[in-house]
């Protein structure tokens, strides 16, 4: 029953968003990842009352809003600029958010209770915020679209790999205490169909850009038109750092889950758990796309 639902629930969200990262205008894509980051930040906060803190609700939300407004702003098309101007505001919102959460702490009755309070806050700005910034962020470079359906594909395709292989043939445990049911042969699984993924897109970018293009799914911007073929080589690397990422990204959502004494982070998405339980290995994944992407403008 949990897989039928797990099955129904990617066939329901997984078009939508493939539209969203396809077609979408950036304050769209903003919008929506503010609205993901939301709900995962809510569902962190309630993890942390396991830890017996008292998270500051409010003042996160605003925080967290604040960013992903500023990056509805940044200028379209101009990806140079964009990534400048993201670079500096996620620099300051970073350094200025323990100062914001430390002075909301002053006015707790209970002093002890502020820093655990401001910890958490700046944290979960940190571990969801900015990760989910950052994939906003790349749908505003060159190819911007291709990429995200890269990296949405490789955690796709890494996730089921592992969650079959290491069902059916995994016998060597990673991380018992942590994540019981993970295992060392769905984790080489998982690498080695991103591997493949990785390959098939750079061999194909062209071919697949342009069927998105002739079925209306693509801006001309967002293919690979204006580029070269993506070397092979790279390539590979970039797919298997992905993967190893987002493998992390599960791993320490479960740890914080597990010290919570809890299976799922929420119940907002049938047979998946929460927003949070969705997004995990996104969160440790985006960082490393927007890297490349952001090296690829730079030079």
Known sequence: ????????????????????????PIPMVALVAAL?????????????????????????????????LLLALEPAHQPLLATAIFLYTVGFASALAPFVFLTAGTRRTDLRTGFPAAAVSVFAFGYIALPLGFLVQI???????????????????????????????????????????????????????????GMLLA???????????????????????????????????????????????????SLIKRGAGVKDSGAILPGHGGMLDRIDALLFAAPVVWYYAAWRVMQ
């Not at 029953?1 to 969200?13: E, P």
């Not at 930040?41 to 993890?47: C, P, Q, Y």
């Open 1 to 24: 029953m949990n897989l039928l639902k797990r099955v129904l629930t990617a066939v329901v969200l997984i078009p939508i968003v493939l539209v969203l990262v396809l077609r979408a």
């Open 36 to 68: 993901v980051a939301l709900l995962a930040v809510e569902e962190l906060l309630k993890l942390a009352e396991a830890y017996n803190i008292r998270p500051f609700r409010w003042p996160t939300y605003l925080f967290v809003g604040l960013l992903f």
């Open 139 to 197: 749908r505003e470079q060159w190819a911007g679209a291709v990429l995200l359906l890269y990296l949405l594909l490789l955690v796709w395709v890494g996730d089921i790999s592992a969650y079959f292989v290491g069902g059916f043939l995994g016998c060597h445990r990673m991380s018992p205490r942590i994540s019981p049911n993970k295992t060392w042969e769905g984790a080489l699984a998982s690498l080695i169909a991103s591997l493949v993924v």
């Open 203 to 253: 061999n194909h970018a062209r071919a697949i850009s342009s069927a998105l293009l002739n079925a209306h799914l693509l801006e001309r911007r967002d293919g690979y038109f204006a580029l070269e073929k993506p070397p092979l080589g790279p390539t590979l690397l970039l797919s298997a750092a992905i993967n190893v990422a987002a493998q992390l990204g599960d791993l320490v959502e």
